[in-house]
């Protein structure tokens, strides 16, 4: 029989104490990249009971992934998944995911966060970056998260936080009454690392990227602007995440262009090109991209950052969207 590691035991029977029902999923390596998992049969009952069945399943599905659940049968949703066992036979040993009032914790190959108060998204996706793996993406409405049917998002393969953590900002934003999960992707093994729900359905479009006692918020880009400062008296219509994009592409001596789509063409992904942004001073790169998001008030807009050195792409934002 399958031995079960302490960590995963005390997730157990924190589930237990708290009412709620343990379940399991395996997948097959195929299966596991598609994030098409299948139930399998848990006996409820006393933690003892609990335990012989999920090691009994464990057994069986030797050579698959097994995740635990931990399900809300009131809310019916999800409030735990966590990794417990990998085709290398391996069991995750976990230290500190945790449940928090309904919040989805999930851990996986001993990288252990969760979504909630504690969560550091930031922090996450730095150490990701770090370990030279690729940031993916997925989201899913009530019915095919309850099904763990994902689809796949976007990506982000480099080496820069902030254009990460815009990435899935603008996610979450795209997708306000979705599930969204962060994924970590090792590229050179082909498996995933991590997978992290960062937005539920009903929560603020924004995530949490505060380190230690702090808490900022990242906020979505879109094209209902708050406004924000460039310099001590200068005022400008976009985002405060949009006006530290293009800092951050000037101080890196990048060009900057901008491309548009009305809605047939950005269904298509079928962009236009716009005139690139000339100014190298920063009040005056934000007066240009005013003045092209006017020009295209209606359409889709997007901001690009070229390396022109080695002739390709290091940053691709949509900073404005048709008014519904």
């Known amino acids: 029989?399958?031995?079960?590691?302490?960590?995963?035991?005390?997730?157990?029977?924190r589930l237990l104490s708290q009412g709620y029902r343990v379940g399991i999923e395996y997948a097959d390596a195929r299966r596991f990249r598609t994030g098409s998992w299948q139930s399998a049969t848990v006996t409820q009952g006393s933690e003892s009971t609990v335990l012989a069945s999920i090691a009994s399943a464990l057994d069986q599905h030797q050579g698959e992934y097994v995740q635990l659940l931990g399900v809300d049968t009131q809310s019916r949703t999800r409030v735990l998944e966590l990794m417990i066992q990998r085709p290398d036979g391996a069991v995750?040993?976990?230290?500190?995911?945790?449940i928090?009032?309904?919040?989805?914790?999930?851990?996986?190959?001993?990288n252990s966060v969760s979504n909630g108060g504690g969560t550091d998204v930031a922090r996450t996706v730095r150490d990701?970056?770090?370990?030279?793996?690729?940031?993916?993406?997925?989201?899913?409405?009530?019915?095919?998260?309850?099904?763990?049917?994902?689809?796949?998002?976007?990506?982000?393969?480099?080496a820069r936080e902030a254009e990460a953590i815009?990435?899935?900002?603008?996610?979450?934003?795209?997708?306000?009454?979705?599930?969204?999960?962060?994924?970590?992707?090792?590229?050179?093994a082909r498996r995933r690392v991590t997978e992290l729900v960062i937005h539920k359905p009903g929560e603020p479009a924004t995530l949490s990227t505060g380190g230690g006692g702090s808490s900022q918020k990242t906020s979505s880009f879109s094209s209902s602007y708050g406004?924000?400062?460039?310099?001590?008296?200068?005022?400008?219509?976009?985002?405060?995440?949009?006006?530290?994009?293009?800092?951050?592409?000037?101080?890196?001596?990048?060009?900057?262009?901008?491309?548009?789509a009305d809605i047939r063409r950005f269904r298509s992904s079928s962009w236009h090109t716009c005139k690139p942004v000339s100014a190298t001073r920063l009040q005056d790169a934000v007066a240009q991209l005013e003045t092209c998001l006017q020009e295209h008030e209606g359409d889709y807009v997007r901001l690009i950052g070229i390396d022109t050195q080695a002739r390709r792409r290091v940053h691709e934002e949509i900073i404005q969207r048709p008014q519904k």
Not at 100 to 110: E, M, W
Request: overall charge neutral.
């Open 1 to 13: 029989m399958s031995d079960i590691s302490d960590s995963v035991r005390q997730q157990i029977r």
């Open 92 to 98: 995750t040993q976990v230290s500190n995911a945790k």
């Open 100 to 110: 928090n009032g309904g919040k989805t914790a999930v851990a996986s190959s001993g």
């Open 128 to 158: 990701l970056l770090n370990q030279g793996c690729r940031i993916g993406t997925e989201f899913a409405d009530p019915r095919r998260y309850r099904a763990t049917s994902w689809t796949s998002g976007p990506s982000y393969q480099g």
């Open 166 to 188: 815009a990435m899935l900002s603008e996610l979450v934003a795209n997708h306000p009454d979705d599930y969204v999960r962060l994924i970590g992707i090792d590229t050179h």
């Open 227 to 260: 406004g924000s400062s460039v310099g001590s008296n200068i005022k400008t219509s976009l985002s405060a995440e949009v006006v530290a994009s293009v800092r951050r592409l000037l101080e890196n001596s990048y060009q900057i262009g901008t491309e548009h």
